[in-house]
T-cell receptor, first 113, second 112 residues
Framework: GEDVEQSLFLSVREGDSSVINCTYTDSSSTYLYWYKQEPGAGLQLLTYIFSNMDMKQDQRLTVLLNKKDKHLSLRIADTQTGDSAIYFCAETPKVGRDDKIIFGKGTRLHILP | EAGVAQSPRYKIIEKRQSVAFWCNPISGHATLYWYQQILGQGPKLLIQFQNNGVVDDSQLPKDRFSAERLKGVDSTLKIQPAKLEDSAVYLC??????????FGPGTRLTVL
């Protein structure tokens, strides 16, 4: 089946690193994504990782993929107040259409001063 | 490049009324999606169009929801009649071949 699970809340002090975790059930997933949603705005694709990769780094963002455990994480270094948003983990299951995206419920990141 | 446009941004109706949402995708994007995002949840795909044809409407409650993309560009999503549980943000997204999905700002629907 297709399911994506993530914790609902995370509080981090400004300047610290944030780590948002996600688990998924479909072992045949091709792409895994992290989207950001700010209040009143649509979803913005932050980064993605192909299923044959273990890690991807893009400036302050690091994505780690443990395919054996079906675990995906997003690390935001030097967290800033502008990083306050809801972060959605998502996957594209291989079975079926290759552009269908299954989203988790989102993790609300709160930045403490 | 202009993004995905949606209107209205907010809509409040009473249950059993009808409502329609409009989406204008990014120019040249053949694929268009409508998602429903209930408060506290991630977006759920309702329907996907490729040009003016429906690719996937398996999650669309067809007894009350309908959508069309007659000329393969703009799209409308209609709910008739609305129920309380239809309160959500309705997101439109578009995509061109081989690229990511781009999302609009959404229409927040409140059904009283």
């Amino acid at each position: 089946g297709e399911d994506v699970e993530q914790s609902l809340f995370l509080s981090v002090r400004e300047g610290d690193s944030s780590v948002i975790n996600c688990t998924y059930t479909d072992s045949s997933s091709t792409y895994l994504y992290w989207y950001k949603q700010e209040p009143g705005a649509g979803l913005q694709l932050l980064t993605y990782i192909f299923s044959n990769m273990d890690m991807k780094q893009d400036q302050r963002l690091t994505v780690l993929l443990n395919k054996k455990d079906k675990h995906l994480s997003l690390r935001i270094a030097d967290t800033q107040t502008g990083d306050s948003a809801i972060y959605f983990c998502a996957e594209t299951p291989k079975v079926g259409r290759d552009d269908k995206i299954i989203f988790g419920k989102g993790t609300r990141l709160h930045i403490l001063p | 490049e202009a993004g995905v446009a949606q209107s209205p941004r907010y809509k409040i109706i009473e249950k059993r009324q009808s409502v329609a949402f409009w989406c204008n995708p990014i120019s040249g994007h053949a694929t268009l999606y409508w998602y429903q995002q209930i408060l506290g949840q991630g977006p759920k795909l309702l329907i996907q169009f490729q040009n003016n044809g429906v690719v996937d409407d398996s999650q669309l409650p067809k007894d009350r929801f309908s959508a069309e993309r007659l000329k393969g560009v703009d799209s409308t999503l209609k709910i008739q009649p609305a129920k309380l549980e239809d309160s959500a943000v309705y997101l439109c997204a578009s995509r061109k071949q081989g690229d990511e999905q781009f999302f609009g700002p959404g229409t927040r629907l409140t059904v009283l």
